[in-house]
């Protein structure tokens, strides 16, 4: 990891803290806002550190590119999980009347950059 991509992402994890801190939940319940303080941290906590070793540069680039994306999302819509997306089963335009492989393989390629790591982790 160069210096320069070290330093971004110690800045994510520094933004995604102080994003932390200042956290309202959109309800403004007390306890929406300590429960959804507490799962931006966890979920922090874990995604950086399953990642810590990464060295390929492409793959940490998506890391950063999915944090970006989770981060501006939250402050967004004022709500810090990952938004579900609905693909029916096949859904997706089949490649020339493949079966049941081809779709996984569509809604693989078809998962939004924000919701990468989401199913590995929960």
Known sequence: MTTATRQEVLGLYRRIFRLARKWQAASG???????E???????????????????DTDLIKQCIDECTARIEMGLHYRIPYPRPIHLPPMGLTPLRGRGLRSQERLRKFSKPVYLQSHDEVS
Do not use: C, H
């Not at 319940?29 to 429960?35: A, G, L």
């Not at 303080?37 to 060295?55: D, G, H, M, S, V």
């Open 29 to 35: 319940q007390t306890e929406d806002t300590i429960k």
């Open 37 to 55: 303080k507490q799962y931006i941290l966890n979920e922090a906590r874990t995604l950086f550190q399953k990642n810590k070793n990464l060295t």
